[in-house]
């Protein structure tokens, strides 16, 4: 199995940044792409970004395209998400998830079911 643990959430104000990490245990951590996911409260799991670690492909929600990176360093099994231009609609817990990349379709991993393996969440809040 995975073990994933995020951190660097925290509270920003509007406009500032936050970059997440996510850490990665147990299995070759190259074979994974790892997602990134927020939720919100009353509102469901979404998409923020992802980044295969097989073929480096990376892509993004349409509500941060521009605004957030996601990167990966697999020498430390850590992806990062950078965020930055945050907005009060950015607030939500966010987790990162790995799902076993077995080359099929990128839009598939923009899907929560395609993840095995979630890490706790952390919170982010955009506020002034």
């Known amino acids: 199995q995975v073990q994933l643990v995020e951190s660097g959430g925290g509270l920003v104000q509007p406009g500032g940044s936050l970059r997440l990490s996510c850490a990665a245990s147990g299995r070759t951590f190259s074979i994974y792409v790892i997602g990134w996911f927020r939720q919100a409260p009353g509102k469901e799991r979404e998409f923020v970004a992802a980044k295969r670690g097989s073929t480096d492909t990376t892509y993004y929600a349409d509500s941060v395209q521009g605004r957030f990176i996601i990167s990966r360093d697999n020498a430390k099994n850590t992806v990062y998400l950078q965020m930055n231009s945050l907005r009060s609609e950015d607030t939500a817990v966010y987790y990162c998830?790995?799902?076993?990349?077995?080359?099929?379709?990128?839009?598939?991993?923009?899907?929560?079911?395609?993840?095995?393996?979630w890490g706790q969440g952390t919170q982010v809040s955009v506020s002034s």
């Open positions: 998830g790995a799902a076993l990349d077995l080359g099929i379709a990128d839009s598939l991993y923009t899907r929560t079911p395609a993840y095995a393996y």
